[in-house]
């Protein structure tokens, strides 16, 4: 197995971007790998799986947090993207658009374009060539057609929150506060060191609508939600779970699309393994964010396809579990493990689950017996009355009996006489 995710499908000229732009998808962490192991869950109980569907991708599963450097400790989770402040119809060259009124990313004007109604929507299709400069001037990448969708999420912050704001042909200067960028982590391709400022250089080519899903060739539809899917496997790695889960959600939305195109039955199966990915990745991401109920719904989905899938076996356990609902967690995890009894991740989960159960049921039981009152005398009592009571109907009954025979003999002997 590979120690990282493969690249993502297409290239620079695709309508839906290059997965080798240095803006559109910085270069996963590296996976830490064991002798052919894979990830189950990316997590504060993170080990690796041993002997489970080692046919399958590499990516499956996001790789581990542990990698980037402490993601986790180090900034706040579900951030929710940003909406850009509506630009006016014209800018004068001179002057700088605080886009979103802190600061942090500004836009200059440098040649107009061909006016407001020229600019992009949301969803449709864009090309740009790009320059990125650090602070210091030194140019860290340079990509003279970079083709990506608006507001997908398919490149950094700074560009699909820009770009938006741009006429056809207008080329323009943004500044962005590496929190747009490429953040805490930086990047390895391009070389953007931790926490860089970024100077982009953007000119605005090409616009276009994106194509009717319904029209896709199979081929395309397969593609087009791998690409999608591999770009929410970057955002979990860098712990941006919120823009992941809109990845993983629009490569869904590629795959449930209905199409008037012709479909072979090998091209349903690549389909739907592209759908269990995501939904199993989303359900990762929706219990990093605390999503319980979102999370079991994604278990739910991926068992309603593959019933004996262990890792949404695993993570529906682990969000039972978390909801409290030790007993049936407990029946989920024995039944993940009586599928992959040399599991040791399951192993260890199931062990701590049956602790917790067992102490759960204790404190129920203390609560229960003083709400009784200690009836803890009561036992050492029932059996001695039990046994007086069982003394005295035995005696009643045989007094009873010799007085009833004692009768019938003297009626006899009065018969006789």
């Known amino acids: 197995m590979a120690d990282r995710e493969d690249s993502p499908v297409g290239d620079a000229g695709d309508s839906v971007g290059s997965g080798d732009?240095?803006?559109?998808?910085?270069?996963?962490?590296?996976l830490s790998s064991e002798g052919g192991a894979f990830l189950l869950d990316s997590g504060e109980d993170f080990e690796m799986l041993h002997n489970i569907d080692d046919d399958e991708d590499d990516d499956e599963d996001p790789p581990p947090l542990e990698d980037t450097g402490g993601v986790e400790k180090k900034r706040?989770?579900?951030?929710?993207?940003?909406?850009?402040?509506?630009?006016?119809?014209?800018?004068?060259?001179?002057?700088?658009?605080?886009?979103?009124g802190n600061g942090q990313l500004k836009k200059k004007v440098l040649e107009s374009g061909d006016g407001p109604d020229?600019?992009?929507?949301?969803?449709?299709?864009?090309?740009?060539?790009?320059?990125?400069?650090?602070?210091?001037?030194?140019?860290?990448?340079?990509?003279?057609?970079?083709?990506?969708?608006?507001?997908?999420?398919?490149?950094?912050?700074?560009?699909?929150?820009?770009?938006q704001l741009m006429e056809l042909s207008e080329k323009a200067l943004v500044h962005t506060s590496a929190k747009y960028a490429y953040g805490e982590l930086g990047s390895t391709a391009p070389a953007v060191p931790p926490d860089a400022d970024l100077t982009l250089e953007?000119?605005?080519?090409?616009?276009?609508?994106?194509?009717?899903?319904?029209?896709?060739?199979?081929?395309?539809?397969?593609?087009?939600a791998g690409q999608k899917r591999e770009r929410g496997n970057h955002y979990y790695q860098r712990g941006d779970y919120a823009f992941a889960v809109n990845s993983y959600n629009i490569a869904l939305q590629i795959t449930e699309s209905s199409s008037k195109v012709d479909i072979s039955p090998q091209e349903e199966e690549e389909l739907l393994d592209v759908k269990v990915k995501c939904l199993n990745n989303m359900a990762a991401a929706q219990l990093k964010l605390d999503h319980h109920e979102a999370a079991l719904r994604s278990c739910v989905a991926v068992l309603a396809y593959q019933p004996d899938n262990i890792k949404a076996l695993f993570r529906k356990g682990k969000v039972l579990a978390l909801q409290g609902e030790y007993a049936e967690a407990i029946r989920i995890l024995k039944r993940a493990l009586k599928l992959e009894p040399s599991n040791k991740t399951i192993h260890a989960e199931l062990s701590k689950l049956v602790k917790k159960h067992s102490e759960q049921r204790g404190v129920e039981q203390a609560m229960y017996k003083k709400m009784l009152g200690n009836p803890s005398a009561s036992p050492a009592e029932k059996p001695q009355a039990k046994s007086s009571w069982s003394v005295s109907w035995k005696w009643l009954f045989g007094a009873t009996a010799v007085a009833i025979g004692g009768v019938a003999l003297s009626v006899v002997i009065a018969a006789r006489n």
């Not at 579900?78 to 605080?98: C, G, H, I, Q, Y």
């Not at 990506?148 to 699909?160: E, K, M, R, S």
């Not at 616009?207 to 087009?224: G, H, K, N, W, Y």
């Open 118 to 163: 020229s600019r992009p929507q949301k969803g449709q299709n864009v090309q740009i060539h790009m320059k990125s400069s650090l602070a210091d001037g030194t140019v860290v990448a340079d990509e003279p057609s970079l083709s990506f969708t608006l507001g997908d999420g398919d490149v950094i912050q700074a560009l699909d929150l820009t770009v």
């Open 202 to 224: 953007v000119q605005l080519l090409e616009v276009t609508d994106t194509p009717d899903l319904e029209l896709l060739s199979p081929s395309e539809r397969i593609a087009l």
């Open 76 to 100: 706040k989770q579900a951030e929710k993207p940003v909406e850009p402040d509506s630009a006016p119809s014209t800018v004068p060259t001179e002057e700088w658009l605080d886009v979103l």
């Open 21 to 30: 732009s240095p803006a559109h998808c910085p270069p996963s962490a590296e």
